[in-house]
């Protein structure tokens, strides 16, 4: 059986938006949905764990990449797709199985900037933590 570690190798993904307003509200949708919330924010800017999102301006352009949230079941992903269509995302691909590996269950959606975003559930594991904690020494 295949195994994969998550949480080691990328420290934060920085997102550049066209319409900051219309993104903010998109992200607050689709991560409520994952059971996240942003805690932290200031003019033009919001963060909500490693994702940090802020306003494209004259200097710089809006980004294009894919993001994958992790779900904790096949509903959340259900969820998220509905909170994403709603919320200003655009469809991707619906929910459903993937053949990536068996049991990958996911739905796809661009922001309002392009970016694609994917909320998918692996099937059932085992984790060794629920996530990684890290204290200032």
Same mark, same amino acid.
Do not use: C
């Given at each position: 059986m295949m195994s994969w570690h998550i949480g080691r190798l990328i420290d934060?993904?920085? %997102?550049?938006?066209?319409? $900051?307003?219309l993104t903010k509200r $998109?992200?607050?949708?689709? %991560? *409520?949905?994952?059971?996240?919330? #942003? @805690?932290?924010?200031?003019?033009?800017w919001f963060q909500? /764990?490693? %994702? $940090?999102?802020?306003?494209?301006?004259a200097r710089t352009v809006p980004t294009h990449v894919h993001l994958a949230f992790q779900a904790r079941d096949r509903a959340m992903v259900d969820a998220f797709y509905k909170a994403a269509l709603a919320s200003g995302g655009t469809d991707n691909g619906p929910p459903g @199985?993937? /053949?990536?590996? =068996?049991g990958y269950y996911a739905a796809f959606v661009l922001d309002p900037? *392009?970016?694609?975003? @994917?909320?998918?559930?692996?099937? =059932?594991?085992?984790?060794?933590? =629920?996530?990684?904690? #890290?204290? =200032?020494a």
């Amino acid at each position: 059986m295949m195994s994969w570690h998550i949480g080691r190798l990328i420290d934060h993904v920085h %997102l550049r938006a066209a319409n $900051f307003a219309l993104t903010k509200r $998109f992200y607050s949708a689709v %991560l *409520g949905v994952l059971g996240l919330k #942003i @805690e932290q924010s200031g003019k033009g800017w919001f963060q909500v /764990d490693e %994702l $940090f999102v802020d306003a494209a301006d004259a200097r710089t352009v809006p980004t294009h990449v894919h993001l994958a949230f992790q779900a904790r079941d096949r509903a959340m992903v259900d969820a998220f797709y509905k909170a994403a269509l709603a919320s200003g995302g655009t469809d991707n691909g619906p929910p459903g @199985e993937r /053949d990536y590996h =068996p049991g990958y269950y996911a739905a796809f959606v661009l922001d309002p900037d *392009g970016n694609n975003i @994917e909320a998918v559930y692996h099937g =059932p594991s085992i984790r060794s933590a =629920p996530s990684v904690t #890290i204290d =200032p020494a």
